[in-house]
């Protein structure tokens, strides 16, 4: 083998070992709690600003959600994560979010995001609306 065979060897091991290493290195992020979060905020996001291309990226093609939506812009809403679990067909991340209601009165909605991995992004499937609470004034 000549020093030129060579020198291209390593050089091709090392660009397998590290595009192995961003491989890996994205699982791990698709399987952390602060993924499943950002999806959640990321989408939020979207239809506050009312970005169709994003929402669609985000999401399945069968893509359901019962969650009434009214006043929702953005900076005017507040999401609270109350953890993931594993389901039989994806994951589920339970939330709360507070939003206004035209009257100006906040409203909680006590949700579920379903999700699952797409390749090596999660996409989400549905949100299921749990409950409602209007704002109680002490």
């Known amino acids: 083998m000549t ?4 020198i291209a060897l390593v ?13 890996v290195g994205f699982l791990v992020y698709a399987e952390s709690r ?16 009312e970005d169709s291309k994003i929402i669609a990226e985000l999401t399945s093609l ?8 009214v006043n929702l812009e953005r900076g005017n809403y507040q ?3 109350f953890g993931t679990e594993g389901a039989q067909d994806g994951m589920v991340q339970h939330f709360l979010l507070v939003a206004p209601l035209p ?12 999700f699952k991995r797409r390749g090596l992004l ?3 499937q549905s949100i299921i609306l749990m409950s409602t609470g209007l704002e109680v004034q002490p």
Request: aromatic share 8%; charged share 15%.
């Open 3 to 6: 020093q030129r065979n060579v």
């Open 11 to 23: 050089a091709g091991i090392a660009v397998m070992v590290l595009v192995a290493g961003v491989i």
């Open 34 to 49: 602060n993924s499943k979060i950002d999806l959640l905020s990321r989408y939020f996001k979207a239809l506050a600003m």
């Open 62 to 69: 069968d893509f359901t959600s019962n969650l009434p939506l």
């Open 79 to 81: 999401i609270f994560d």
């Open 103 to 114: 009257a100006g009165q906040d409203q909680a909605y006590l949700a579920t995001m379903h």
């Open 122 to 124: 999660n996409e989400i």
